[in-house]
């Protein structure tokens, strides 16, 4: 089974293919490609030794132009640094402005590759084959791309859309259980604000999609790339509904920066996230006990963390106030509004506190 | 008197407003930067001091909160690591989505400050305060911004429009001469290839333009702006009729890389590719000898350089082959359709060698 999901934005298309074995499969990169133009993969060290060959290998049949950058592995290395591998890989092998990237990788790669594709001669294609289930459920659409700054997490970056996302679902086969569980906690994001439907098959398919079960992977992609685009197409600059991503991302990155970036995955601090968001959106009366219940249990079963590490609520307080999503100086949270539904709003910050120190943080 | 042009993209307008004095008249700025709104002005150390404030005075009836970021004067500071004091600037002083830039200055803290809007938090808005003839008549229209790279000038950027440009012609007081002159080079280029009425009014007005007359400098931006934003307008992403205006740059870029940035200026090497584009036009029969000794005779007259240093014809041909232009590994040109037009074609390499060796260029 395969299954692909047009993207409509105002200004253009494309679509998402996801299956098995499809990176093999060069119906699904041709149509993007032109005989004898210059293709760079970019992928990083770790996914180039399992799948760049292959995908070199699927992109002969079109062109003999294929070459290479291999970034280091790591969110560490998504600075200016190491993007300029990129583009001097572009320069010193004559790219023009009719030669295309194809990334090759997770989100570090995606949206490092994404921002090349984007400010390389102001502006050149790209196609994303993501490779973590993270990547897949997220970075597939919103065109997000960016790198980051020694003061700050993806302070730098543009809005830059894919030819084509082609979702090889047997790639998630090599990938650490750890990573695997992070992106889960991003399709329990979508389910929880968009669709208490979607939260409902969740609950009874989050096991087989933990023992890889092809066709629930494949459904979850698809439903959740789904939801992610409906925000996207309404709302692609991020001026209002599409912040309802950042459900849990607010607490979530404050736990990266406090924790140092890797530590904890990008997914688990969200997961953590959304349990402290629920716990806020329940103390204000948004959902009931029985409904942050079930959120509850659902990223607990995933094997997400469900407490925070024991980070200062005063350091909580001064990370989430660099959030992008802030003006004015308030900080400014996601909350649910029922399940399946969500907000933007701020809350006071005694009761903020009070939930910081019930999940975890200490004063 | 001052005039003001809208420049009407698909999904963006915005104002170029050219005046004497009016960086000091608030009425300008207005409509573009709300009460309390963070500002911060980019400028480099030789505008800064003639004109940064002045404009920070004018600002300060609108908000307090008006930061300076100083940037290194000249284009060999045109790379990331000088855009990074703009991060950085932005950064520390928890600048956000709603924040704006201003840029004080000539072409490079343009692109630079630009750049740098586009990018910071994948996108906020800028405001142009051009300083330069160049600035004023090429940077204001067209949104290309970007730095340059080891490997390529201009390599790194986006296509990014201000909210507005407020040309104050009294700058121009403090340029130098060599630079005002730089400027007129791209002012013949517009009469050049859009307006053979244009090219009769620059021949009888070039002297009063030179001697810094208000009313003919007003003029001749307002319809140089004009000309370029037709051409924006109907191609924005320079697919195809942008590319006009890149008449003399073929040669005057293979010039500016082979002597060194900021050896030739770029308005100087525009003057001297012109006369090597005129005179490629003439012998293809594009247009005559009595129109190729009017672009001379004016190009000549402004005080811009007529005559190529002596570069290996090897070399012009081994730099004009990385144009932005280029596609399949040929070298585009664009050349005069009769005067007031122009196209874009290849061209025989025997010819370009014959019209670069009879030009200044060796063997």
Not at 3 to 13: A, G, I
Not at 191 to 217: H, K, P, Q, R, T
Not at 232 to 255: C, M, P, S, W
Not at 322 to 343: P, T
């Given at each position: ?74 969110e560490e290395y998504k600075s200016w640094q190491y993007l300029d ?23 570090v790669?995606?949206d490092m590759?994404?921002f090349a594709?984007?400010s ?24 997000k791309t960016g790198i980051n700054h020694a003061l700050g997490k993806n302070m730098i970056g543009a ?94 990155h404050?736990?990266e920066t406090?924790?140092g970036y ?57 990370n989430?106030?660099k959030d992008k ?39």
């Amino acid at each position: 089974m395969t299954k692909t999901l047009n993207v409509n934005l105002s200004y253009h298309q494309y679509p998402i293919h996801i299956g098995e074995n499809i990176l093999n499969e060069v119906k699904y990169f041709q149509p993007h490609i032109k005989q004898n133009q210059k293709v760079l993969i970019v992928t990083n060290t770790t996914v180039s030794q399992l799948y760049a060959d292959k995908l070199a290998k699927t992109l002969s049949a079109i062109t003999p132009h294929i070459y290479i950058a291999e970034l280091p592995d790591g969110e560490e290395y998504k600075s200016w640094q190491y993007l300029d591998i990129i583009f001097t890989k572009l320069l010193e092998h004559d790219f023009d402005r009719q030669s295309i990237i194809t990334v090759l990788g997770g989100g570090v790669v995606g949206d490092m590759a994404g921002f090349a594709a984007s400010s390389f001669m102001r502006g050149i294609k790209f196609i994303q084959v993501p490779t973590t289930l993270l990547s897949q459920v997220d970075s597939s659409v919103g065109g997000k791309t960016g790198i980051n700054h020694a003061l700050g997490k993806n302070m730098i970056g543009a809005f830059c859309q894919p030819q084509a996302v082609i979702a090889d679902i047997s790639t998630l086969k090599t990938l650490p259980k750890r990573e695997l569980i992070a992106g889960i906690s991003e399709i329990i994001k979508h389910a929880c604000i968009a669709d208490v439907n979607y939260l409902a098959w969740l609950e009874g398919n989050i096991e087989n999609m933990l023992n890889l079960d092809i066709n629930s992977l494949i459904e979850a992609i698809y439903v959740s790339c789904k939801i992610k685009a409906d925000f996207v197409q309404k709302d692609e600059k991020e001026q209002n509904i599409r912040a309802y991503l950042n459900f849990g991302h607010t607490f979530g990155h404050a736990i990266e920066t406090a924790m140092g970036y890797g530590v904890w995955l990008h997914g688990e601090a969200v997961g953590c996230g959304m349990i402290m968001a629920a716990h806020l959106s329940q103390l204000l009366g948004f959902i009931n006990q029985e409904e942050q219940n079930r959120i509850n249990t659902l990223i607990k079963k995933s094997g997400l963390p469900i407490y925070s590490p024991p980070i200062k609520i005063s350091e909580y307080i001064k990370n989430m106030s660099k959030d992008k999503k802030n003006h004015a100086g308030n900080i400014q949270f996601i909350l649910l509004n029922g399940l399946g539904q969500a907000h933007k709003t701020t809350v006071d910050l005694n009761l903020v506190n009070k939930v910081l120190l019930e999940n975890g943080a200490v004063l």
